[in-house]
């Protein structure tokens, strides 16, 4: 499977592990002009529930709204709905298998993992009901941690491929 069968699901940590590339947004021109390029060719896709999660609350003091944040914004066609019928099964069907080991439900921030992972299940399931050959890849710098119940152990539990932004680069081809 070439680069072209790929479509990325990205999690908010690769959003945030980019932020960290946006103070070389002069130099590392390309980085921002493949993510756009992906993004525009459908190939790159979110839950909107990690833009929620990007977005910072501008009522805190000393909170601002970054580049990321205003990047984010000005491609938000990347940030899928989350109102398919395929997509909220699979959130379901996440939600009651993980239902008291993965999201607490009472914190506010880092509530969009089971929504990245119920994108990339539905998209797979459409890409099994169609001619169209795509593998659905989760970016995410989560690790497998045998502790805490985390992204790559859910996605693998579906058959979900996981890998973090080098790999995702280095998949690509990408040399900056």
């Known amino acids: 499977m070439n680069a072209l069968d790929i479509i990325y699901v990205f999690d908010t940590s690769s959003f945030i592990e980019l932020k960290k590339f946006s103070e070389y947004s002069d130099?590392?021109?390309s980085l921002w002009s493949n993510l756009e390029h992906l993004a525009m060719k459908g190939r790159l896709i979110s839950p909107k529930k990690v833009l929620e999660d990007l977005i910072p609350d501008l009522e805190k003091p000393g909170?601002?709204?970054?580049?990321?944040?205003?990047?984010a914004k000005n491609h938000n066609t990347l940030f899928q709905d989350e109102e398919d019928l395929d997509f909220l099964k699979a959130l379901a069907?996440?939600?009651n298998k993980y239902k008291q080991t993965w999201v607490d439900i009472d914190s506010e921030k880092n509530q969009s993992d089971p929504y990245v992972v119920a994108l990339a299940v539905s998209?797979?399931?459409k890409q099994r009901e169609t001619l169209i050959e795509s593998e659905i890849v989760v970016v995410t710098e989560e690790s497998q941690d045998f502790n805490r119940l985390k992204i790559p152990k859910v996605c693998n539990d579906?058959?979900?491929r996981c890998v973090n932004l080098h790999q995702f680069f280095k998949e690509e081809g990408w040399k900056f």
């Open 27 to 29: 130099i590392l021109v």
């Open 63 to 71: 909170t601002k709204n970054d580049e990321l944040v205003a990047w």
């Open 93 to 95: 069907e996440i939600t």
């Open 123 to 125: 998209r797979k399931k």
């Open 158 to 160: 579906f058959g979900i």
